[in-house]
């Protein structure tokens, strides 16, 4: 019987053949914890007996989610982590380095064919470059730290094929957003996507990041981008699942007529075409995230905002993905057309999404932004709505003061460049 990507990568790293459903001893090649979840872990780590880890070489962990520290508990927390990191010798990334996700693709710590796990429930973005990665508890990572080891019930897979072509305008945010819209927020529970289809095999690295980062948004384990077209700094060998694979589903969707998507409070399955939604008032809008704030999707707000101010009333801000994102942002003049236009960029982090840091919206505030999650109190406050869109959208919205359709305020002479 044929095998599931999934299947063939835990196969790989358990030592013999496995199919959905069962249970395996697998290795891991790599970890990494935030400071949300790095101080639980090293806790646990440590009343495991654990002294020294596994293999230092292997673990990172990052500042991210409230940086830089904003008060004296969370300061000694980073503290924690900055004694923990010099103790063993791991990977340690300190205050405005970038956001977890975005480090450990940069960086090379998370490669095709791994099995990657992370304390942080976005890990399976890695699966953009082909690897199995998968996001789990703070104990968990403890005793991989531990033992370099892991147990996994192999998922079963859903197999989504997009074809077509994307319409000017429009983005993998959108193609995700449909598609989160499509199977719901537990449509894809403790199972594995596999993202094939001549509508992504021109995709960047960034666009097929947004496709994995969200399948969380979907309930998935893991996922996986068809590495066919990918193009990486490194020698690397992508694994492609077998003609006769068994999935537990298939789909195809034709992306070649979708319009921007929305998703609109409180879940990020309720999406709407964006005419449904456009005209609604708006006075924050939020690009960044590890699901929307590398390079291209700031240089897309910028083709948006270019030589034009965002509306009075209304707040932008921009959180690049890592220091080398805002660094290659600012050596080519998006950062420039951003501030020009009135945009506040801030430090790399993850502080708005999650609403840990800067960016808490104030009561009955609507707020428009490229991130993953709009669940009520997401971006810290109960009594705001979050709205879901791509990096255009926002940038469009924040132009005009309510929802917008970028197609309606771009210059029509002009290449979208975004794939």
């Not at 969370?74 to 982590?81: E, G, R, T």
């Not at 068994?246 to 399955?269: E, G, I, M, R, T």
């Not at 790399?348 to 009955?364: A, F, H, K, N, R």
Request: proline share 4%; glycine share 10%.
């Amino acid at each position: 019987m044929g095998q599931t990507v999934a299947e063939k990568i835990i196969s790989h790293h358990s030592g013999r053949s496995v199919q959905a459903g069962e249970l395996a001893i697998v290795s891991v090649d790599g970890v990494m914890a935030t400071d949300a979840t790095g101080p639980m872990a090293i806790k646990a780590f440590h009343e495991m007996g654990g002294e020294t880890l596994w293999d230092a070489a292997r673990v990172s962990m990052i500042l991210d989610h409230a940086t830089p520290a904003p008060n004296e508990k969370i300061a000694n927390l980073h503290k924690l982590l900055r004694d923990f990191a010099a103790e063993t010798g791991c990977h340690f990334y300190d205050v405005g380095e970038g956001i977890c996700h975005q480090l450990m693709v940069e960086n090379a710590h998370v490669r095709p064919g791994d099995i990657f796990l992370g304390a942080d429930s976005h890990t399976p973005t890695y699966g953009a470059l082909n690897a199995f990665a998968a996001g789990v508890g703070a104990t968990d990572l403890a005793a991989v730290m531990f033992t370099g080891k892991t147990w996994l019930k192999v998922p079963e897979t859903i197999r989504i094929e997009l074809v077509g072509e994307l319409p000017r305008g429009l983005s993998a945010k959108d193609v995700i957003l449909t598609l989160v819209g499509l199977l719901g927020v537990d449509g894809a529970n403790y199972m594995a996507i596999e993202y094939t289809g001549e509508a992504i095999r021109n995709f960047t690295l960034a666009s097929r990041m947004v496709l994995a980062n969200m399948a969380a948004e979907m309930g998935a384990k893991t996922a996986f981008v068809d590495p066919t077209g990918l193009k990486l700094w490194y020698d690397w060998t992508p694994t492609y699942a077998d003609a006769d694979a068994q999935y537990a589903q298939q789909h195809v969707v034709d992306v070649s007529n979708l319009k921007p998507k929305v998703a609109v409070p409180h879940l990020p399955s309720s999406v709407k075409d964006i005419d449904a939604v456009a005209g609604t008032k708006v006075h924050q809008a939020f690009i960044g995230s590890c699901t929307n704030a590398r390079l291209e999707d700031l240089q897309m707000a910028a083709q948006v905002l270019r030589g034009k101010k965002i509306a009075r009333g209304v707040r932008l801000l921009i959180a690049p993905a890592s220091r080398r994102v805002f660094n290659d942002a600012l050596s080519d003049g998006t950062i420039q057309i951003l501030s020009d236009a009135g945009a506040t960029i801030i430090n790399s982090g993850c502080g708005p999404c999650v609403g840990t840091l800067g960016g808490i919206p104030g009561d009955d505030e609507v707020i428009i932004s490229s991130t993953n999650r709009n669940f009520r109190g997401r971006m810290g406050n109960p009594n705001a709505q979050i709205y879901l869109a791509s990096p255009a959208v926002v940038a469009a919205s924040a132009l005009t003061g309510q929802i917008t359709n970028p197609t309606d305020v771009l210059d029509t002479t002009s290449e979208w460049e975004v794939l």
